[in-house]
């Protein structure tokens, strides 16, 4: 199964709203990241969160973690059309990585 | 800097025939090499890695193999396609280091077995 399974599966947005993404995981973990798809591309990996961390930023995106309810959040902050993509949250080393089924997020001009 | 290249884009096979799908790595040595597989609407499920020249691991059984005949060349192959095997194929690769946690992808190859 699954370690990280993303709610909820589809989100629709107006262009200018925030977008949040929740991750929810099974085992502890060393760290967890956040990736981004385009439609039929390949995945862009967008930001990594350690276990001893809280919060992390990156430009317009802020990502939670929170290890004792084994959950993550991805908050994309004045959403825009181009963020229009589907969002992987990732658990376990590289040879390892298991990715959930994802979150469309469709932000609308 | 790193670029990773993975082609074809798009493949239609008839059932029965042979695949190869190529990967390469740019601007990086010893890489970690992954294959991944998503169905449509779905996470990635892992297929195979190799951690150096002619090293590969089998995450799931199947009808596909996987070769690293050079130290940033992996290739994906079957000898005969089944209909189940239609889906989008990843390349992927990580740096070999222990704190290398970051996949690279490439663009993907959209496979459909006819």
């Known amino acids: ?109 | 800097s790193q670029t990773i290249h993975q082609w074809p884009a798009t493949l239609v096979q008839p059932v029965g025939s042979p695949l190869s799908l190529e990967c390469t790595v740019e601007g990086t040595s010893n890489p970690n090499l992954y294959w991944y597989r998503q169905a449509a609407g779905r996470g990635l499920q892992l297929l195979f890695y190799s951690v150096g020249i002619g090293q590969i691991s089998s995450e799931v059984p199947q009808n596909l193999s996987a070769s690293r005949p050079q130290d940033r060349q992996f290739i994906l192959s079957s000898k005969k396609l089944l209909l189940s095997d239609s889906g989008f194929y990843l390349c992927a690769w990580s740096g070999s280091g222990l704190l290398n946690e970051k996949l690279f992808f490439g663009s993907g190859t959209q496979l459909s077995v006819l």
């Open chain 1, 1 to 109: 199964s699954q370690q990280g399974e993303e709610d909820p599966q589809a989100l629709s947005i107006q262009e200018g709203e925030n977008a949040t993404m929740n991750c929810s995981y099974k085992t502890s973990i060393n760290n967890l990241q956040w990736y981004r798809q385009n439609s039929g591309r390949g995945l862009v990996h967008l930001i990594l969160i350690r276990s001893n961390e809280r919060e992390k930023h990156s430009g317009r995106l802020r990502v939670t973690l929170d290890t004792s309810k084994k959950s993550s959040s991805l908050l994309i902050t004045a959403s825009r059309a181009a963020d229009t993509a589907s969002y992987f949250c990732a658990t376990g080393s590289a040879r390892q990585l298991t990715f959930g089924s994802g979150t469309q997020l469709t932000v609308l001009p």
